[in-house]
């Protein structure tokens, strides 16, 4: 007697499985997200693509010249190629500038946002799992910090670091300092919320039976509490993001940023505002637009995933 023996179908993979997934779905039919997520991936594409695509290195003094200085854009009569953008008063392309700072911008504010996450997620894990006094040391930490207007808080991060290190290392680590600046304020929120979650998750079934076979905290908290937190998280920061970068933007305006040897958008911002009033409007105008439209779209798509991670709006 023969027997039918049907193939078995292979598993789908975790891609297939996404691309079928109720985020996906939500992504697709949200023209929001779809139009910040196609914005921000030129702007990230072309910013770290800056050294093969841009016109010119603004960092290498030999392909500044004088004659090519306060060119308008390309469409004004007096534009000349390859500026499309023109050029400042020290013959810098303001294309090429653009996409140079805003490698900078995105690369400070992924990382400030990263290492913001991993402290206050750390945190509020041991806060949540372990409570009492530990709960009440943490928490009464981050109110301090949260006391104090954020801006002031990175200043005087940044402002302390820098007297820390030598004159001729200040440059180079700049960036550095940025990023711990607006880590350091924002690090509560992840805190917070990965206590309130925690808190909830320690009571459950699971964590006793784990404490009861004798698992050691710290695989408890890493392995079974830590993935059911990091949905608000990851919702946190995203949001986060546009702000770590305006926030870059604001301190280097404010002359406590990157230097001028290596200029974010905030850099160029303070740069071109000098020469508004003389006409060079173009200096400052396209800058402030790429950053606008960075914070707008990351905002964006912060926005969709708050909503589309919301079992409530399923």
Do not use: C
């Amino acid at each position: 007697m023969a027997v039918d023996v049907q193939a078995v179908a292979p598993r789908p993979s975790r891609l297939a499985r996404f691309l079928k997934g109720d985020i996906a779905w939500s992504f697709r039919k949200s023209p929001v997200a779809v139009g910040a997520a196609v914005v921000l991936i030129v702007i990230a594409v072309t910013a770290f693509a800056a050294p093969l695509i841009s016109p010119q290195n603004p960092y290498d003094l030999k392909q500044l010249f004088l004659d090519k200085a306060e060119l308008p854009p390309i469409l004004s009569k007096d534009g000349e190629w390859p500026y499309l953008l023109g050029t400042d008063p020290q013959g810098r392309d303001v294309l090429s500038a653009i996409l140079y700072g805003s490698r900078i911008s995105l690369a400070i504010g992924l990382l400030s946002v990263a290492l913001a996450m991993t402290i206050g997620v750390t945190v509020g894990l041991v806060a949540g799992f372990f409570g009492g006094r530990v709960d009440n040391l943490l928490m009464r930490i981050g109110d301090t910090v949260l006391s104090i207007p954020t801006l002031l808080v990175a200043i005087l991060v940044s402002a302390v670091f820098r007297e820390l290190l030598p004159q001729n290392m200040r440059e180079g680590f700049s960036a550095a300092i940025l990023v711990l600046s607006i880590a350091l304020t924002g690090w509560v929120q992840y805190a917070r919320t990965v206590r309130a979650s925690t808190m909830v998750e320690r009571r459950k079934e699971y964590v006793l039976a784990a404490r009861i076979i004798g698992v050691k905290p710290s695989r408890i908290m890493r392995r079974h509490i830590l993935p059911n937190t990091l949905t608000p998280v990851l919702v946190a920061a995203t949001l986060n993001l546009g702000l770590a970068i305006l926030s870059e933007a604001t301190l280097s305006f404010l002359g406590v940023g990157m230097p001028v040897t290596q200029p974010s958008l905030g850099t160029l911002i303070r740069i071109g505002n000098q020469y508004l009033f003389s006409g060079l409007w173009w200096v400052v105008v396209f800058p402030a637009v790429q950053l606008a439209l960075i914070v707008l779209s990351v905002n964006l798509l912060g926005d969709w995933l708050r909503d589309a991670l919301n079992p409530k709006l399923r």
